[in-house]
């Protein structure tokens, strides 16, 4: 490759979206002289899609983010404008975070802390080839033909890497946004051997506020009580922006039915695959063709914009096609299109070529993260990039990688499914996901997570003495309720009041906690010694205390789980000597080096029989050392 020597850096980020970012701050603060490139530096943590963050399960991924160190979860408190606890008629478990962004703040406020942070450059630039000698990335070159090494390298392209874009019979290369694609790096990459396949989502319509009539929506306004995203905020106070919701209607699914062969996805000009979680419009119409109506949330993308987001309808019909049905629902009757919806092509690694620590395996130094590792969503991205920027900089100097298990975080659970199960269509974060979400609850992420991230150098002093204090609360107040009894005369009124049967002899608020009815903030008239204490503390009291038969019973399985997990297996493994084992199990085994008996259960095609095989095996060479 011609090349100019422009830089030396120990990490480069190629994209600068929600994972770049979080890979680059996460390498930077970890003391790592880091590059980060951007096509256009307008797409630092750009919100093409949905100006949000959290949602089910979502919530939950930036939480964690945030107890390690992370940013998302600090931006967002920053930018939100309507606030949201999601799924609260469920159990805790379940409970996730949303917010609405003003999605050009959070842009700017998160390029503001990129551009303040120690040991962190940031450049618009196309990364449009990478050196690779003997097996290993040393360095990238520029459309400029400006020349940069590293140490190791992130690849966090989002859906610019080849992106095409659909709208009905149109289609012409372009990024998510308008922004230009990344044209001349896939070929350069599969040059290089890395394997890339085709992957396809969408976005819906923008339009105007003053075209809409909100008499005819149902508003969905925020939540009285603010729950901050970050761990380091306790309180948040804000006026909050009202989202509405409408439906479509037989007319609509007439107008889309009528339409379906002009439509690029069933027209046969798109070739990815897209996510089954977030169907387009007519995709809907065409599964469930027996639902009347589909949901449609109407969503300010900021303050200083009179432009909505349409959430629930992306699409790749035609522009006329978008005018005609967005005409037939109710309050989009006027409706003046700013940006119509469309679909978007884009080249993505298949994520069981990488190792769990998010590094290829046939490449030493070449990391993966985000929608390039076959994920769908800002949070998703988001964590994997922070993982990838932690490894990154584990690697490059010579420590061990770090890796959470299914048990231990969302997170771990998302690079577990991607990097051994694989997955076929853009992968969606979900509650059900998770073998054991009763203690991944997003309530408690920093109980989990916040002393790893103190660990490996990524948590601040500040956070870590923060989370030290929270936990103390937590354990001094369930002390307490269990040190203060109530007798049936002090109570009697009050389990009247809640619903709840009269006690029988005197017990605990901490085992008159556990009824169903009993919440901490009503039982306050007859617990007479307590201290005002944060949220955070709160509800984490609370939680633990109800579910904790439950939480107990879950902990027992883990240790069994944990067992599998704890039994690593050699790098250098020669599975064809391994008697008894079938040849299928083999060969998964051989491509995929996984990394402990418990992965290699998780492997397609491995079975129960060839994982007590593998037992048996280990066992036998243990005795022999």
């Known amino acids: 490759m011609e090349k100019n020597l422009m830089g030396e850096y120990d990490i480069i980020v190629v994209g600068a979206g929600h994972a770049g970012c979080e890979a680059a701050l996460a390498s930077a603060r970890m003391g790592n002289k880091t590059m980060m490139f951007s096509i256009n530096l307008e797409a630092v943590a750009m919100m093409p899609c949905n100006p949000a963050i959290g949602g089910t399960g979502k919530g939950h991924l930036v939480r964690e983010i945030d107890a390690l160190g992370g940013e998302m979860g600090l931006n967002i408190d920053k930018t939100f404008i309507q606030s949201r ?14 917010a609405q962004a003003d999605k050009q703040r959070y842009h700017t406020e998160m390029k503001k802390t990129i551009e303040r942070q120690e040991n962190l450059d940031l450049k618009q630039d196309e990364v449009i080839d990478i050196e690779i000698e003997d097996g290993e990335v040393k360095g990238v070159l520029t459309r400029t033909n400006a020349y940069y ?11 610019f890497l080849g992106g095409k874009i659909f709208i009905g019979s149109s289609n012409f290369e372009s990024g998510p946004n308008g922004l230009a694609p990344a044209s001349r790096l896939p070929g350069k990459l599969r040059e290089r051997g890395i394997r890339l396949r085709r992957f396809k989502t969408g976005t819906p319509a923008r339009a105007l506020s003053s075209s809409f009539d909100y008499s005819k929506m149902i508003p969905q306004k925020g939540d009285e009580k603010i729950v901050p995203f970050s761990f380091m905020n306790d309180e948040l106070e804000k006026d909050q ?6 439906y479509t209607n037989d007319r609509t699914h007439e107008v889309i039915r009528r339409n379906f062969h002009r439509s690029a996805l069933f027209g046969g000009d798109i070739e990815g695959v897209g996510p089954r979680y977030c169907p387009s419009i007519e995709d809907k119409i065409n599964r469930f063709p027996d639902r009347k109506r589909h949901q449609l949330f109407i969503e300010p993308e900021g303050l200083y914009t009179e432009e909505m987001y349409i959430q629930g309808m992306s699409s790749s019909l035609p522009e006329d096609v978008q005018r005609d049905f967005y005409h037939t629902i109710e309050g989009l009757e006027n409706i003046k299109i700013t940006r119509p919806a469309y679909a978007i092509e884009y080249d993505c690694i298949d994520p069981l070529d990488l190792k769990l620590n998010l590094e290829h395996r046939e490449v030493k130094g070449f990391f993966c993260a985000g929608q390039f590792n076959g994920s769908s969503g800002y949070e998703e991205a988001a964590c994997q990039g922070l993982m990838a920027g932690i490894n990154a900089s584990l690697s490059i100097n010579g420590k061990k990688p770090f890796i959470l298990d299914r048990s231990e975080a969302y997170i771990g659970v998302l690079i577990d499914d991607l990097v051994t199960k694989g997955t076929n269509e853009p992968y969606r974060i979900m509650t059900s996901r998770a073998e054991y979400r009763l203690l991944l609850r997003q309530d408690n992420a920093d109980s989990r997570l916040t002393e790893k991230g103190y660990e490996i150098g990524l948590v601040s002093e500040e956070r870590y003495r923060r989370f030290l204090s929270k936990q103390e609360a937590v354990e001094a107040e369930m002390k307490r309720l269990k040190r203060v009894n109530v007798s049936p005369e002090e109570t009697a009124e009050y389990l009247e009041s809640v619903g709840s049967t009269p006690l029988k002899s005197t017990i605990s608020l901490y085992e008159l906690l556990k009824r169903p009815q009993v919440k901490y903030d009503n039982m306050a008239v007859i617990d007479k010694s307590r201290k005002p204490l944060s949220s955070h503390v709160l509800t984490q009291v609370e939680v633990n205390i109800k579910y904790e038969g439950y939480i107990q019973r879950q902990k027992k399985r883990i240790e069994k789980f944990k067992k599998l997990e704890h039994r690593i297996l050699p790098e250098d493994l020669d599975y064809e000597t391994i008697d008894n084992l079938r040849i299928e199990a083999r060969q998964k085994l051989s491509a995929m080096r996984p990394r402990s008996v418990g992965q290699a259960s998780r492997i397609s095609g491995v079975s129960p029989a060839d994982i007590n095989v593998l037992l048996i095996y280990l066992e036998k060479m243990r005795r022999l050392t």
């Open 241 to 246: 922006i009202c989202c509405w919701l409408t």
């Open 149 to 159: 090494t590293c140490r190791a390298l992130i690849i966090a392209t989002g859906t």
């Open 85 to 98: 606890m999601l799924n609260t008629s469920k159990g805790p478990a379940v409970h996730s975070l949303r």
